[in-house]
Nanobody
Framework: QVQIVESGGGLVQPGGSLRLSCAASGSIVYIYDMGWYRQAPGKQRELVAAITRGGSTNYADPVKGRFTISRDNAKNTVYLQMNSLKPEDTAIYYC??????????????????WGQGTQVTVSS
């Protein structure tokens, strides 16, 4: 069983900052890529940022230069530092993790797990 739990969302004024955290726990053998997605009302879920185990990052154009993704492999945790927030950043933010879990003493399986989401609202 794997759990993906996000935290750190909330209400912030335009220009403000928030830091999201996402921790993976359970029968985890190895975590490959981790990422943050967001979904605004009436819109499709979109990639915000992703990071490989080795630390290579990828950002969506709207957040480049404002958001920073990082991870702590020892803690199975990924972070999203969001600065200079804009009203258009308002959305539910979801974390995902591509990971392998122990199925038996000799078998593992690989799957992408998602968290339940955390609301970020940017408004004055």
């Amino acid at each position: 069983q794997v759990q993906i739990v996000e935290s750190g969302g909330g209400l912030v004024q335009p220009g403000g900052s928030l830091r999201l955290s996402c921790a993976a726990s359970g029968s985890i053998v190895y975590i490959y890529d981790m990422g943050w997605y967001r979904q605004a009302p009436g819109k499709q879920r979109e990639l915000v940022a992703a990071i490989t185990r080795g630390g290579s990052t990828n950002y969506a154009d709207p957040v480049k230069g404002r958001f920073t993704i990082s991870r702590d492999n020892a803690k199975n945790t990924v972070y999203l530092q969001m600065n200079s927030l804009k009203p258009e950043d308002t959305a539910i933010y979801y974390c995902n993790a591509d990971l392998s879990t122990l199925v038996s003493t000799t078998r593992t399986t690989r799957y992408t797990y998602w968290g339940q989401g955390t609301q970020v609202t940017v408004s004055s």
